[in-house]
T-cell receptor, first 115, second 110 residues
């Protein structure tokens, strides 16, 4: 099956710093990528949908100025958590979908811990 | 009301047991449904798609009832390796986004 990678797999940072997470589709072109967040014992919550070459569409309640998404190429999307705070600590997962299929392929996730 | 609702469990069953998970959805525009499996501290992985006609993949059977907006997953002859959280997932209709249920935790005991 299609492979999606995320980097880094985990990060620990101080409050106030910015953290960039990369999501790459390794063997297909992802016209659409999705960013999710999952808190412990909760389900995945969609944060935003990003289409290559256009601005991301954010879900209600997700601050676009805090969670910057860039989808500059068909194989790479980045999520930057700006001025991270402890409440941003979570499991961030991306997924990618090619232009034709319905299946979303998930990356392995990035665990963020903000101290 | 959540768009996709599941019984959170946990379900603790002995090896070899048959276990069924249920899920309801509220968005009548949803077209596609899936069951994903998520292991602890890992990303979700697609288990199977769900069709109105019902579909089977080995020990797993999924069923969709559009009239009742109800989805089910049946696991027969459960194995220790089936222990995971099972996520019921529906799309959002035209937007083709996925909406995840909160998951049902299964533990298969030796």
């Amino acid at each position: 099956g299609a492979v999606v990678s995320q980097h880094p797999s985990w990060v620990i940072c101080k409050s106030g710093t910015s953290v960039k997470i990369e999501c790459r589709s390794l063997d297909f072109q992802a016209t659409t990528m999705f960013w999710y967040r999952q808190f412990p014992k909760q389900s995945l919550m969609l944060m935003a949908t990003s289409n290559e070459g256009s601005k991301a569409t954010y879900e209600q309640g997700v601050e676009k100025d805090k969670f910057l998404i860039n989808h500059a190429s068909l194989t790479l999307s980045t999520l930057t958590v700006t001025s991270a705070h402890p409440e941003d600590s979570s499991f961030y997962i991306c997924s990618a979908r090619d232009g034709l299929g319905e299946t979303q392929y998930f990356g392995p996730g990035t665990r963020l811990l903000v101290l | 009301r959540k768009e996709v609702e599941q019984d959170p469990g946990p379900f603790n069953v002995p090896e070899g047991a048959t276990v069924a998970f249920n899920c309801t959805y509220s968005n009548s525009a949803s077209q596609s449904f899936f069951w994903y499996r998520q292991d602890c501290r890992k990303e979700p992985k697609l288990l199977m798609s769900v069709y109105s006609s019902g579909n089977e993949d080995g020990r797993f059977t999924a069923q969709l009832n559009r009239a009742s907006q109800y989805i089910s997953l049946l696991i027969r002859d459960s194995k220790l390796s089936d222990s995971a959280t099972y996520l019921c997932v529906g799309d959002s209709g035209s937007a083709r986004q996925l909406t995840f249920g909160s998951g049902t935790q299964l533990t298969v005991l030796p």
